[in-house]
């Protein structure tokens, strides 16, 4: 009897690998499926192994698929859709954010001073205070006294006179600082404002406590001596916190995918190692930001392609041509309708971009640049169109603009012509709305101001996503503004420009993966990509347009795991 079973023990072990493959890991049955695949675009169940999908189709076709370990997940009719994909955030400042003040949700200057004040009655002497998110033109009333509506350091300084302060706008585009730190900056009266930035000053040329884009940088050498006192381990532990912190907050909102809008090589030495080490809840894909003689020289090193089983892609550059409409440092081609003496700013040097284009272009990279103003959005699709035709053997590059918030109406038509993508972000235009106007005029406002239905009408590709933490990393409220463009006071900002729901979905998910080279592996739901997948509450799809907001994921699923449950 030996040998015939020695000779049926390896078949019986065939037979239960073979049964062991055709098993599913995870089965979410009895819902809507939204997959973005027009050969078959909606389902009732999805099937999941081995990290990817392996069958869309309704419930009846995964019962065969069900094994003892496979989890079922009963949907009961809620809506399953493609993970979102944020597409331009900034991952180590969301994680950055959930240490520090959030001034996001205060309506005024008293309410920020009077935060800052009791964090400085606990903070040890010469700590730094840092927070994030204020923003003078969506206060209940404006500071007084007050600089083109920015406050003076005085009450702030006078709450925190043994602590250092640095507040950053909502916009990361200014800060606000306090005496402290003036002192330790050595920013006086005299100091001139340095390239691409300005030291707002009062009327008798004192410094006000705001400074402008690239003068934010005149404190970072006494910050960063304050930091330098932390031991090697501290350092790595404060990282490691903030990845984390930022990967919780973006994966409880339902997104899969990370696009991070411009990190140094430290980091994503960072991110690589802790994807390497299977400690990236999310997947990320990472614009290098450093200056032109460091990427010249490290390019190739930073080209990282799918680490950590697709939890990290390197393969694009950051730069920035202008600042922020809010502190009025877009850069503009007619003068501010509310401070006619000022066009913005520009600020990084266009020949020094002009090098990292060709950086870029040479070493396979994307190239992806800050543009608010109409006039940095024409400054960079000049510089595409003009790198373009010195390359014409480059074909497909989806070099992109980052926010492209405000446009010229003669370039439109050139995104979809030139294939620029659009990286837009829906809920800048409702968050914003209560300024645009005073700061554009209404024609200008109208005519380029967050025009993605013209944009998709020209045939360009728009991304969509938050821009966090300038908002909060909630895919479902820039949803809700590509769709409705309807404000907190209920009024509608040009709803001509409105995406559908289609459309809007489809921006924060499969035009997302293509504007990232990444449309094979993600962005819709079919056979053989990354099961990552998102669980809503509630039909975004279907139901009435103001319960949108509600909405809230349920179950974000990266590679066939469930991340985040409510």
């Given at each position: 009897?030996?040998?015939?079973?020695?000779?049926?023990?390896?078949?019986?072990?065939?037979?239960?690998?073979?049964?062991?493959?055709?098993?599913?890991?995870?089965?979410?049955?009895?819902?809507?499926?939204?997959?973005?695949?027009?050969?078959?675009?909606?389902?009732?169940?999805?099937?999941?192994?081995?990290?990817?999908?392996?069958?869309?189709?309704?419930?009846?076709?995964?019962?065969?698929?069900?094994?003892?370990?496979?989890?079922?997940?009963?949907?009961?009719?809620?809506?399953?859709?493609?993970?979102?994909?944020?597409?331009?955030?900034?991952?180590?400042?969301?994680?950055?954010?959930?240490?520090?003040?959030?001034?996001?949700?205060?309506?005024?200057?008293?309410?920020?001073?009077?935060?800052?004040?009791?964090?400085?009655?606990?903070?040890?002497?010469?700590?730094?205070?840092?927070?994030?998110?204020?923003?003078?033109?969506?206060?209940?009333?404006?500071?007084?006294?007050?600089?083109?509506?920015?406050?003076?350091?005085?009450?702030?300084?006078?709450?925190s006179p043994n602590n250092p302060v640095v507040l950053t706008h909502a916009s990361g585009h200014a800060a606000m600082v306090n005496a402290l730190a003036l002192n330790q900056a050595e920013i006086t009266a005299k100091t001139p404002n340095p390239p691409g930035g300005e030291i707002l000053k009062d009327a008798s040329g004192q410094p006000t406590g705001l400074l402008q884009e690239?003068?934010?940088?005149?404190?970072?050498?006494?910050?960063?001596?304050?930091?330098?006192?932390?031991?090697?381990?501290?350092?790595?532990?404060?990282?490691?916190?903030?990845?984390?912190?930022?990967?919780?907050?973006?994966?409880?909102?339902?997104?899969?995918?990370?696009?991070?809008?411009?990190?140094?090589?430290?980091?994503?030495?960072?991110?690589?190692?802790?994807?390497?080490?299977?400690?990236?809840?999310?997947?990320?894909?990472?614009?290098?930001?450093?200056?032109?003689?460091?990427?010249?020289?490290?390019?190739?090193?930073?080209?990282?392609?799918?680490?950590?089983?697709?939890?990290?892609?390197?393969?694009?550059?950051?730069?920035?041509?202008?600042?922020?409409?809010?502190?009025?440092?877009?850069?503009?081609?007619?003068?501010?309708?509310?401070?006619?003496?000022?066009?913005?700013?520009?600020?990084?040097?266009?020949?020094?971009?002009?090098?990292?284009?060709?950086?870029?272009?040479?070493?396979?990279?994307?190239?992806?640049?800050?543009?608010?103003?109409?006039?940095?959005?024409?400054?960079?699709?000049?510089?595409?169109?003009?790198?373009?035709?010195?390359?014409?053997?480059?074909?497909?590059?989806?070099?992109?603009?980052?926010?492209?918030?405000?446009?010229?109406?003669?370039?439109?038509?050139?995104?979809?012509?030139?294939?620029?993508?659009?990286?837009?972000?829906?809920?800048?235009?409702?968050?914003?709305?209560?300024?645009?106007?005073?700061?554009?005029?209404?024609?200008?406002?109208?005519?380029?101001?967050?025009?993605?239905?013209?944009?998709?009408?020209?045939?360009?590709?728009?991304?969509?996503?938050?821009?966090?933490?300038?908002?909060?990393?909630?895919?479902?409220?820039?949803?809700?503004?590509?769709?409705?463009?309807?404000?907190?006071?209920?009024?509608?900002?040009?709803?001509?420009?409105?995406?559908?729901?289609?459309?809007?979905?489809?921006?924060?998910?499969?035009?997302?993966?293509?504007?990232?080279?990444?449309?094979?592996?993600?962005?819709?739901?079919?056979?053989?990509?990354?099961?990552?997948?998102?669980?809503?509450?509630?039909?975004?799809?279907?139901?009435?347009?103001?319960?949108?907001?509600?909405?809230?994921?349920?179950?974000?699923?990266?590679?066939?795991?469930?991340?985040?449950?409510?």
């Amino acid at each position: 009897m030996g040998l015939p079973m020695l000779r049926l023990f390896p078949s019986l072990l065939f037979s239960a690998a073979l049964v062991a493959q055709t098993n599913a890991d995870l089965i979410l049955q009895n819902g809507k499926i939204v997959t973005m695949e027009p050969s078959q675009p909606q389902a009732q169940a999805i099937a999941v192994r081995a990290g990817r999908i392996l069958k869309v189709g309704t419930t009846a076709d995964m019962q065969p698929l069900i094994g003892a370990n496979t989890k079922v997940i009963d949907l009961a009719g809620k809506l399953a859709i493609p993970g979102f994909i944020e597409g331009h955030g900034h991952f180590m400042g969301v994680g950055e954010s959930k240490m520090n003040l959030n001034l996001r949700n205060a309506r005024n200057w008293d309410q920020i001073v009077a935060m800052v004040a009791a964090a400085a009655k606990t903070a040890p002497p010469g700590t730094w205070i840092l927070g994030r998110g204020f923003h003078q033109s969506k206060w209940d009333k404006p500071p007084q006294p007050n600089v083109q509506g920015f406050p003076l350091h005085a009450e702030l300084s006078k709450v925190s006179p043994n602590n250092p302060v640095v507040l950053t706008h909502a916009s990361g585009h200014a800060a606000m600082v306090n005496a402290l730190a003036l002192n330790q900056a050595e920013i006086t009266a005299k100091t001139p404002n340095p390239p691409g930035g300005e030291i707002l000053k009062d009327a008798s040329g004192q410094p006000t406590g705001l400074l402008q884009e690239k003068a934010q940088g005149l404190v970072g050498p006494a910050y960063q001596s304050f930091l330098s006192k932390r031991t090697q381990s501290e350092v790595e532990a404060d990282a490691r916190s903030k990845v984390e912190l930022a990967a919780k907050e973006a994966i409880s909102h339902g997104i899969t995918s990370f696009q991070d809008a411009g990190s140094g090589f430290d980091t994503v030495d960072l991110l690589k190692t802790m994807a390497e080490e299977g400690k990236l809840d999310l997947r990320l894909w990472v614009m290098l930001r450093e200056p032109t003689a460091k990427l010249a020289s490290r390019i190739q090193r930073y080209r990282i392609q799918d680490a950590g089983d697709h939890h990290l892609t390197v393969r694009a550059i950051k730069r920035a041509m202008d600042g922020a409409l809010g502190s009025r440092g877009a850069w503009l081609l007619e003068p501010y309708s509310d401070l006619p003496g000022s066009s913005g700013i520009n600020t990084e040097d266009p020949a020094d971009i002009r090098k990292t284009a060709e950086i870029a272009i040479n070493n396979g990279f994307q190239l992806c640049i800050h543009a608010i103003g109409d006039r940095a959005n024409r400054e960079v699709l000049n510089l595409y169109e003009s790198v373009f035709r010195e390359y014409p053997d480059k074909k497909d590059l989806r070099w992109r603009i980052e926010h492209a918030q405000h446009l010229n109406p003669a370039d439109i038509p050139r995104f979809g012509k030139l294939g620029v993508i659009a990286a837009m972000q829906g809920i800048h235009c409702t968050s914003d709305a209560p300024y645009v106007i005073p700061r554009l005029g209404p024609k200008r406002a109208e005519e380029g101001a967050y025009v993605w239905r013209s944009l998709l009408d020209s045939g360009a590709v728009v991304g969509n996503g938050t821009d966090a933490p300038v908002e909060e990393v909630n895919p479902i409220a820039s949803f809700y503004a590509s769709v409705s463009r309807r404000t907190k006071d209920g009024t509608t900002f040009f709803p001509a420009q409105r995406m559908t729901r289609a459309e809007a979905l489809k921006s924060y998910t499969l035009s997302n993966a293509f504007a990232a080279f990444e449309a094979d592996q993600k962005g819709s739901l079919k056979p053989g990509k990354l099961a990552d997948i998102t669980v809503l509450s509630k039909d975004i799809m279907t139901i009435p347009e103001s319960e949108i907001p509600s909405a809230e994921a349920v179950y974000t699923i990266v590679g066939g795991k469930i991340v985040y449950s409510k």
